[in-house]
């Protein structure tokens, strides 16, 4: 199983680029590299997922490198809106159908 | 964001009572979740419905019951909890079961053991 560790929390200023790594050393070759982020009193929301390079999309990008045992979220130019718990979620596609999440990284963005 | 409903949104009982928990959604989606969210843990994968028929269990004890009545409804059964499944219990839905698809969560029942 892909077990994930990220940082438990980091700060940052507004209009800053947020970069949040997550690893994952036993990450399987089917597996996808999915974020979410969690709000207080609020289910996790998607944000963006990867398999291997980059992709990015409106709101992050999601850098993977070529060995993928490591993901990094990068949010351009936070505000404090991006204040939330970011979850790094790898996806194991087999008949056991495992979900592992991260524990999450809680992220608060300061004026 | 309406996409997935849960309710109640809080609940406290004692652990000789008998509560389910309700999530509906709405988009249209043939596979349905039930996750466990305890403070500073990942989150837990409970169960799992793909088309109405369970496709998972991760070894949930048995006083947690799920039904799955139609691809638009997802219940969690409760009966004789303990004080450590107090947490707060999220209900998501895909449009299948196949990674990767993206998960749309509900709101989540906060629920507190007594």
């Known amino acids: 199983l892909a077990k994930t560790t990220q940082p438990i929390s980091m700060d940052s200023y507004e209009g800053q680029e947020v970069n949040i790594t997550c690893s994952h050393n036993n990450i399987a070759t089917n597996d996808y590299i999915t974020w979410y982020q969690q709000f207080p009193s609020q289910g996790p929301r998607f944000i963006i997922q990867g398999y291997k390079t980059k992709v990015t999309n409106e709101v992050a990008s999601l850098f993977i490198p070529a060995d993928r045992k490591s993901s990094t979220l990068s949010l351009p130019r936070v505000s404090l809106s991006d204040t939330a718990v970011y979850y790094c979620?790898?996806?194991?596609?087999?008949?056991?159908?495992?979900?592992?999440w991260g524990a999450g990284t809680k992220l608060i963005i300061k004026p | 964001e309406t996409g997935v409903t849960q309710t109640p949104r809080h609940l406290v009982m004692g652990m000789t009572n008998k509560k389910s928990l309700k999530c509906e959604q709405h988009?249209?989606?043939?596979?349905m979740y039930w996750y466990k969210q305890s403070a500073k843990k990942p989150l837990e994968l409970m169960f799992v419905y793909s088309l109405e028929e369970r496709v998972e269990n991760n070894s949930v004890p048995s006083r947690f019951s799920p039904e799955c009545p139609n691809s638009s409804h997802l219940f969690l059964h409760l009966h004789t909890l303990q004080p450590e499944d107090s947490a707060l219990y999220l209900c998501?839905?895909?449009?299948?079961?196949?990674?990767?698809?993206?998960?749309?969560f509900g709101p989540g029942t906060r629920l507190t053991v007594l």
């Open positions: 979620l790898v996806g194991v596609v087999d008949s056991n159908y495992q979900l592992i």
């Open positions: 988009l249209g989606h043939n596979a």
């Open positions: 998501a839905s895909s449009q299948g079961v196949a990674v990767p698809d993206t998960q749309y």
